[in-house]
């Protein structure tokens, strides 16, 4: 029997922003297609080639391989105004960009939701980006929700909407959102058919054709593992399943064509918005973590919550998401301190504990001590980063019970170490 051809997945392993564009960008040169499987343009990939610095949200990261298809699966939530932003980024995306007719519309009225409901919430509110994601899957969850291929037929479309604001009137005056101007939201609709009408295609078609050829495809997932759904930090968590399992549903694939599963993770933990951190460090070192590393979000630009490396909850991500190895990203913003700690246990209950618990709140970290070094920025060779980043590395490796394969010691596409 012929060998079956499975897709590669790239996955966060922690809390998002761990610089999974980099290694997308990186690995993509040798991919025929890239597809994002889930997320919204909360997500947010820093790129930096040649000098020039790409953002990116919805936009796959292969988008810089210029032989590269990329792929819009049917598990994102799709912010037309957004996306035709961020293609102006690019001047030959024609034929090398698609985005699945079933994946769903974010239009304007969600985040005015989103910030709505924020708001209400005072003090218990979860620090969402605002930018309407979870009101753009809730509608998708509660089968109200309108998809991109509706945006082939304006007029139909338009009328939907309408209706939605008619049924849920009380509910949105009452929350301060107003209701969209009909002609005006006809003309907006209009503009999005005109600009991407030629990208709506079935994407999951695409991606059983892709493999059947033989093509090299590379899944691309949003955010991280502990903002899951059902296995992150709830409620402080984003609306879709972040995990390597997203792929299956959110592009198509079935679960056996899921090949090595690449794990993105930082030599330190970041964390955006409200929700427990349990390594964080709100002193000076987490302050240099910030400056240093630049921890502000790509999308939001709010201050990173900046802490140590959490090896319990690294553990967890990996058996989750079934990593075959790890890449670690910003080891250079660890250089010139003279000790860096990891997280390798929680105090829980009263208890001493090796692993993730239903809450993170009111945990307290457990922390191994490691000996700093000078300077590993720039680096392109294991054998030539400093003793103490090495066994840094391979203790991390030990804690976590994946290999570090691939380690990043500046933003640069080329200062990269590969050791598998």
């Not at 309407?132 to 929700?145: E, L, N, Q, S």
Request: charged letters at 25%; hydrophobic letters at 35%; proline letters at 4%.
């Amino acid at each position: 029997m012929q060998e079956m051809n499975r897709a590669d997945l790239i996955v966060g392993l922690q809390w998002g922003d761990e610089g999974k564009g980099k290694i997308v960008d990186n690995l993509a040169q040798k991919y025929d297609y890239v597809c994002r499987f889930a997320g919204g343009h909360n997500a947010g990939h820093t790129i930096v080639t040649e000098g020039k610095t790409y953002a990116l949200h919805l936009v796959p990261s292969g988008v810089l391989n210029k032989k590269a298809i990329n792929v819009v699966g049917n598990g994102v939530v799709l912010s037309p105004k957004d996306f035709i932003k961020e293609l102006e980024q690019f001047d030959d995306i024609d034929g090398r960009i698609y985005i699945s007719d079933k994946a769903h519309l974010l239009l304007p009225y969600h985040a005015e939701i989103d910030q709505a409901r924020e708001r209400l919430k005072g003090d218990k509110a979860i620090g969402t980006t605002g930018k309407g994601i979870g009101p753009a899957y809730g509608d998708k969850i509660t089968r109200v929700g309108h998809r991109v291929g509706e945006l082939l037929n304006p007029e139909k479309l338009c009328d939907g909407i309408m209706g939605y604001f008619k049924i849920n009137k009380p509910i949105f005056d009452a929350m301060g959102v107003s209701t969209p101007n009909k002609e005006e939201l006809l003309a907006e609709l209009k503009e999005y058919k005109e600009a991407l009408g030629s990208y709506i295609t079935d994407t999951t078609l695409m991606a059983w054709d892709a493999l059947d050829s033989n093509k090299r495809v590379l899944l691309e997932g949003a955010q991280g593992t502990m903002l899951d759904i059902d296995h992150g930090t709830y409620p402080y968590v984003t609306s879709s399943t972040t995990i390597s399992a997203g792929a299956c549903s959110g592009l198509g694939i079935a679960p056996h064509q899921i090949g090595n599963v690449i794990g993105i993770a930082k030599a330190y933990c970041t964390r955006v918005g409200n929700g427990p951190f349990p390594s964080e460090d709100l002193g000076e070192k987490g302050e240099y973590l910030r400056e240093k590393g630049h921890e502000f979000g790509t999308t939001t630009g709010r201050p990173r919550r900046c802490g140590w490396f959490d090896a319990v909850a690294m553990r967890h991500a990996v058996r989750l998401n079934g990593v075959s190895n790890i890449s670690l990203m910003k080891l250079d913003v660890l250089d010139g301190l003279d000790e860096v700690k990891v997280c390798v246990g929680y105090e829980f209950e009263g208890k001493e504990i090796d692993y993730v618990p239903y809450t993170l709140e009111d945990i307290k970290p457990i922390y191994k001590s490691f000996k700093g070094w000078e300077k590993s920025e720039g680096v392109r060779e294991f054998s030539d980063l400093p003793k103490e980043a090495q066994d840094y590395i391979l203790e991390l490796e030990k804690l976590c019970g994946a290999k570090v394969g691939i380690i990043s010691t500046s933003p640069d596409r080329d200062d990269t170490i590969i050791r598998d």
